[in-house]
């Protein structure tokens, strides 16, 4: 009896040195984003311990980093194939039959991305609008959407790469 080692990883695909670079930039500042946070915590949990007051404001810090972090990693996990991968049912297939499937969830990440992207550029200008703040510090949300937008239209780019990479896998 042999065992058969089942992977999850994604077929590779190049894509671009500079989008690689740009994703592997965003991906640095998600990770200053959460050591930024991480810090902010403990420093505000110690606060609360020592003084009885933490930093004021914690948790919205802590949300609008969260959500700008999270949108800086998500060109890095798609340049790199580290989305979730089910390959139940396409571990015994050829490479061209994955390149063909990761094509075509590419392509659907891709439009989803798009769409997002254009749905978040109008709450953006909705909230820069209509001066959306923040309860307790009354920062503006839509500065938040400076850096999201940034990323996720290096997501679209990023799937798009992806997408022809996988394409071109599946033709050769």
Not at 26 to 38: D, E, I, K, P, S
Not at 115 to 122: E, K, V, Y
């Amino acid at each position: 009896m042999t065992a058969e080692t089942l992977t999850e990883h994604a077929q590779s695909v190049a894509v671009p040195g500079w989008l690689a670079a740009l994703c592997r930039f965003f991906a640095g500042l998600g990770g200053a984003t959460l050591l930024a946070m991480m810090l902010m915590t403990v420093t505000s949990v110690i606060l609360r311990a020592a003084t009885g007051k933490p930093i004021p404001g914690d948790f919205e810090l802590v949300e609008v980093g969260s959500a700008v972090a999270i949108f800086c990693f998500l060109p890095w996990c798609q340049v790199n194939g580290g989305n979730v991968l089910v390959d139940f049912f396409t571990q015994k297939t050829g490479p061209r039959v994955n390149h063909i499937l990761e094509a075509i969830g590419d392509l659907l990440y891709l439009l989803i991305a798009a769409l997002l992207l254009w749905r978040l550029c109008h709450g953006a200008a909705e909230m820069r609008q209509y001066g959306e703040q923040t309860m307790v510090l009354r920062l503006p949300i839509w500065i938040s959407f400076t850096v999201i937008l940034p990323a996720m239209t290096l997501l679209v780019a990023t799937c798009a790469a992806t997408f022809l990479g996988h394409i071109r896998g599946a033709r050769a």
